[in-house]
């Protein structure tokens, strides 16, 4: 490829969501990219899973495949291993992402890579494995097109399936028109991935290595699996002499037999296809006698946090996640600020509880906060995560830790809070005082400036709710019901 490759910017310093959330809402191009996208994505899930029985029965098959897997995570593991070992793919262990960066670029260099060309891989972003290698001389380059649209652009992926859904035709043109040579401003859909696929096609045959991720890893048979749509994933990991699959540890599987329904829940919650373009399954390099395929291919499985995470059993659960993205597609809050709003390497609802036990709650404290509770992110899971209960406990580990079960656990306790939690428990736990205080509300409430300390948090974005005169308790007594 000849055109210039802008730095990954992913490893910049995270903000505050709050600010970020703001200046997207303020955005009308950006808004209007994403409400297109969304309602499109939303529409074509809800399409495939017309039929309720199926969604349930096949939802609850994903669910059992990836807790089942869980729940024996470290024999899983182990088996794993001595199974690439026979297929002749090497196991590489990284507690953190420097070590995985360290075991990469070993490898690299050992070979004398100077060129990657990568398939998609939200690990290797948690990694920001492409800035890594490039302080070390070694280009990578992003094959999946929206990928290869965001590294142009300098920026980092804003959705796990779809890296540049934030973007538009017309900006897409601009940046191709910019950073490809000889590309003329064209909004033609065909022309802009004619122009994609001549840039990359001359750096798959000339790449020194391919990077890809894993979506499963299976146990029984030490095969990587890897779902795509563009055969970038495939062309990554077969035309170059040396394969590096890159992954977080949770992503193994019993049997082979759990993969079908996984990899119809998958394409189907992620963007509304029956299945995708291409399913690679991957089981050693090339074989004596074989044509094509890597003469080396090496896994490196990240921990980074992931083990803690386990270790809570409530926690754990997000560590079934397969990535579909379909929370984010149905979230109202990702669906309005994006994902660049929020900082960390997986946005939305599925980042809202990743990222604070990955990277501590004294650093993404704000995430568990960044949801309305409405549930709709759960409702759309195809394996299951009760993702608003995690949300819930990780707003109380923020401030009263019950294990240490997450970094930074107590790190949002602060005199302010302490209070107030003292406040409202005591009011809470005296039917006499909080009848009182709320018979108060009911005839003050109204005539409560905006403007007020705590109530202007809702009323800088929204009107003041009207204030019931009469108490729930009330109105139930007067019907007849018994206080029980
Ligand atoms: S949490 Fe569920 S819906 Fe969200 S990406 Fe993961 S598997 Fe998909």
Not at 88 to 115: F, P
Not at 171 to 190: C, K, R, S, W
Request: proline share 7%; net charge positive.
């Amino acid at each position: 490829m000849n055109a210039p490759l802008p730095q990954d910017t992913a490893a910049t310093a995270p903000l505050a969501f709050t600010g970020k959330a703001r200046v997207a809402l303020n955005d009308p191009r950006l808004r209007a990219n994403f409400r297109r996208a969304m309602d499109g994505l939303m529409s074509k899930r809800a399409a495939q899973f017309a039929d309720a029985d199926e969604w349930r029965t096949l939802r609850a098959r994903g669910a059992e495949a990836r807790a089942r897997a869980l729940a024996k995570l470290p024999d899983l593991l182990e088996r794993l291993e001595r199974r690439c070992a026979e297929n002749a793919i090497t196991v590489h262990w990284a507690e953190t992402t420097g070590q995985a960066n360290a075991i990469v670029l070993d490898l690299l260099t050992a070979a004398g890579a100077k060129t990657v060309i990568k398939g998609k891989s939200m690990v290797s972003e948690e990694m920001h494995l492409n800035a890594h290698l490039a302080a070390h001389g070694i280009t990578a380059i992003e094959s999946d097109l929206g990928e290869y649209i965001i590294q142009l652009a300098g920026e980092a992926p804003s959705h796990i399936v779809m890296p540049c859904i934030h973007k538009n035709k017309a900006e897409i043109a601009a940046l191709f028109a910019e950073h490809i040579p000889g590309q003329p401003y064209t909004e033609n859909v065909d022309d802009l991935t004619g122009a994609a696929r001549n840039a990359l096609r001359g750096a798959f045959a000339a790449a020194d290595a391919g990077i890809s991720g894993v979506n499963f890893a299976v146990a029984e048979t030490g095969t990587l699996v890897l779902i795509e749509n563009e055969g970038n994933g495939r062309l990554s990991t077969t035309l170059p002499p040396l394969h590096i699959a890159v992954t977080g540890i949770e992503k193994v599987l019993e049997f082979l037999d759990d993969v079908p329904p996984l990899l119809s829940l998958l394409p189907r919650s992620a963007t509304g296809q029956p299945i995708t373009t291409y399913v690679n399954m991957i089981s050693g390099p090339r074989r004596p006698g074989e044509k094509d395929g890597p003469q080396a291919v090496h896994l490196v499985l990240l921990d980074n946090g992931r083990s803690r995470v386990y270790d809570d059993p409530q926690l754990r659960d997000t560590l079934r996640c397969i990535r579909c993205a379909a929370c984010l597609n149905h979230c109202p809050v990702y669906t309005r600020v994006g994902g660049h709003s929020y900082s960390f390497t997986y946005p939305g609802p599925i980042g809202k509880i990743l990222s604070p036990q990955l990277e501590g709650l004294d650093c993404a404290g704000d995430q568990p906060h960044a949801s309305s509770l409405c549930g709709a992110c759960a409702e759309v899971c195809p394996v299951e995560i009760p993702i608003p209960d995690l949300l819930v406990r990780l707003r109380g580990e923020a401030i009263s830790p019950t294990s240490r079960a997450v970094k930074g656990g107590g790190s949002a306790r602060s005199l302010g809070d302490r209070l107030g939690r003292r406040l409202s428990t005591a009011i809470l736990g005296q039917p006499r005082l909080y009848g009182l205080i709320s018979r108060l509300a009911g005839r003050i409430g109204d005539r409560l400036p905006s403007w007020l300390p705590g109530l202007n948090r809702w009323t800088r974005v929204r009107s003041k709710p009207a204030f019931a005169r009469r108490s729930l308790h009330a109105l139930a007594r007067e019907r007849g019901y018994a206080d029980e």
